[in-house]
């Protein structure tokens, strides 16, 4: 089993920049694809993006410009920067680990969320 550890959130002005992180345990980490998610209130979950073990990325259709995923495989740990931070970037963002049953993602454990608010 995976423990996931999020960090990097925080209050912000708009115009600024975060980058968030997630740790992960155990040895397995480089056959992980790690993935981005993030809950805003009284919205939907929106998918941010997905990095898979052979570095490929996808972004949500909203995501892109914006939003860079990258893995540290020596340091366990996946990261999402977010620049040019907008107020309605304000959200609890998750990170999960995940594989694939033929082309079908299945999150296998998710982070604890951290908030990213970003305002004046």
């Known amino acids: 089993q995976v423990d996931l550890v999020q960090s990097g959130g925080g209050l912000v002005q708009p115009g600024g920049s975060l980058r968030l992180s997630c740790v992960a345990s155990g040895s397995d980490f480089s056959t992980y694809a790690m993935g981005w998610d993030r809950q805003a209130p009284e919205k939907q979950r929106e998918f941010v993006g997905r990095i898979n073990s052979d570095g490929t990325i996808t972004y949500g259709d909203s995501m892109k410009g914006r939003f860079t995923i990258s893995r540290d495989n020596a340091k366990n740990t996946v990261y999402l920067q977010i620049d040019s931070l907008k107020p309605e970037d304000t959200a609890v963002y998750f990170c999960?680990?995940?594989?694939?049953?033929?082309?079908?993602?299945?999150?296998?454990?998710w982070g604890q969320g951290t908030q990213v608010t970003v305002s004046s």
């Open positions: 999960n680990a995940g594989s694939y049953s033929g082309n079908l993602y299945y999150a296998r454990g």
